[in-house]
């Protein structure tokens, strides 16, 4: 359990109960051990839990402010952690890990749970389209590989989600597409359409067909294992 039993702790600081309770059951590195040492002052232990009652009145009124403006520093940084998006171009994160940067890692726990090393997966989001336009149900789109462009990796897919994050129902059940699952039909010439949409391209065309919801939506395309170029 991430609290104790009984707790007495208040309802602003019960994050610090939690993460102490956590901490019971991390490694915490070496080069670290003398920093944690030192939010004892302030009622963080490794081992006993959050020392709440040994407090006083100005330090418990500071980490309930603490508490507070963590979460604002904390959402700021993972709005800015890849760059910019272009106009139709996908914005490429790279390294979601880092062991030295405590506001990376906070960051990154805080918009994607946990990250992982670019040699493993890369995953492009894309938001807006080549006009500069939301993506939106109320247009059709077109994704366009090249011949012999898929992306370089073993195994890749694109999934769609809603502006909230979440999975779009349709009414083929299909969430992503690309070569995990799916078998896809590329054209005569070896290039390959993805149609990304609410309704349906046609019959025949619905193999490539990535169903998008009426409003507005993004896409991730996460390339496992990528090649190096």
């Not at 171009?89 to 890692?105: E, G, I, K, S, V």
């Not at 493993?120 to 994704?143: C, K, M, N």
């Not at 999934?159 to 896809?184: H, Q, T």
């Not at 193999?207 to 190096?228: A, D, H, T």
Request: charge should be negative.
């Amino acid at each position: 359990p991430l609290r104790r039993p009984n707790t007495t702790t208040p309802a602003e600081l019960l994050f610090f109960e939690e993460l102490c309770e956590t901490l019971k059951d991390l490694t915490v590195r070496e080069n670290e051990l003398a920093f944690a040492r030192q939010t004892e002052r302030i009622g963080i232990t490794l081992d006993n839990g959050f020392q709440f009652e040994k407090l006083d009145a100005m330090t418990i009124a500071g980490l309930k402010r603490a508490a507070l403006d963590a979460q604002s520093v904390i959402e700021h940084k993972a709005r800015v952690l890849t760059q910019q998006q272009p106009g139709g171009t996908w914005m490429m994160p790279y390294d979601l890990t880092n062991l030295d940067n405590w506001l990376f890692r906070a960051a990154v726990g805080w918009e994607h749970v946990w990250g992982d090393l670019s040699s493993e997966l890369l995953f492009p989001r894309v938001y807006i389209d080549a006009s500069g336009q939301p993506l939106s149900g109320q247009r059709r789109y077109t994704l366009q590989f090249p011949p012999g462009q898929l992306p370089p990796s073993r195994y890749w897919r694109i999934s769609m989600y809603d502006l909230e994050g979440f999975f779009v129902d349709n009414p083929i059940k299909r969430y992503g597409i690309g070569n995990m699952a799916e078998k896809l039909e590329p054209n005569s010439d070896g290039s390959l359409t993805i149609y990304i949409q609410s309704q349906s391209p046609d019959k025949a065309k619905e193999v490539n067909w990535l169903p998008s919801p009426k409003e507005g939506f993004f896409l991730m395309l996460r390339i496992y294992q990528p090649e190096e170029k």
